[in-house]
């Protein structure tokens, strides 16, 4: 028999300085069985980066044909197409075909690095992707990891601060590629 998925509750209060957006987000996640608590919280970090009224976690991991994470407009297009990991470039170059922005997180440091060198040069023909590492700088994300959560995340500039009553971390941002940058 199929082990289920843990469902947990956040209450994510969010004030993001570089969007100057401020809201509070009510959040029911599942947790796959194969997926870590850190991931689960980088997803929840990956939302905050991005929140807004029509964003939202998909069916997960285990399904292939969606991100972790979107936001689709009144027509179903999607509008923006979240990744954590490091997918492979045929999954990056659909979801750059499907998406109007399309930004991977990757947070496993010592695996971004080689994976971004393997395929960066390819990825930079991209012009709506986003790459970025979320680097911890101090403490565990596991640590805030709980089945009733209430969250506060400040973010600026390449800093999220993200805390709740049994700690608090600190993550940067590391821009290996910024579709921002290439707007005008």
């Known amino acids: 028999m199929a082990t289920k998925a843990t469902v947990l509750k956040a209450e994510l209060q969010i004030s993001d300085m570089n969007r100057h957006y401020y809201g509070t987000h009510s959040l029911t996640?599942?947790?796959?069985?194969?997926?870590t608590e850190e991931r689960l919280m980088i997803r929840i970090v990956a939302f905050a980066l991005h929140a807004s009224e029509r964003l939202a976690f998909t069916r997960g991991i285990s399904t292939e044909d969606e991100p972790d994470i979107w936001d689709k407009?009144?027509?179903?297009?999607?509008?923006?197409?979240?990744?954590?990991?490091?997918?492979e470039e045929k999954r990056i170059r659909k979801a750059c075909g499907r998406a109007d922005e399309v930004t991977i997180?990757?947070?496993?440091?010592?695996?971004a690095g080689p994976w971004w060198e393997k395929l960066?040069?390819?990825?930079?023909r991209f012009e709506r992707l986003s790459v970025a590492a979320i680097d911890t700088v101090a403490g565990s994300l596991a640590d805030l990891c709980d089945r009733n959560m209430a969250l506060q995340c400040n973010i600026q500039d390449d800093a999220v601060y993200l805390?709740?009553?049994?700690?608090?971390?600190?993550?940067?941002?590391?821009?290996?590629?910024d579709a921002r940058s290439n707007a005008s």
């Not at 996640?29 to 997926?35: F, G, L």
């Not at 407009?73 to 997918?87: A, E, F, K, N």
């Not at 997180?105 to 695996?111: E, G, M």
């Not at 960066?120 to 930079?124: A, C, D, E, T, W």
């Open 29 to 35: 996640v599942a947790q796959h069985p194969s997926e």
């Open 73 to 87: 407009d009144l027509t179903d297009h999607i509008t923006v197409w979240i990744d954590l990991g490091q997918p």
């Open 105 to 111: 997180y990757t947070y496993q440091p010592r695996n």
């Open 120 to 124: 960066g040069p390819s990825l930079q």
């Open 163 to 177: 805390s709740s009553e049994t700690g608090e971390v600190e993550l940067a941002l590391r821009f290996f590629k």
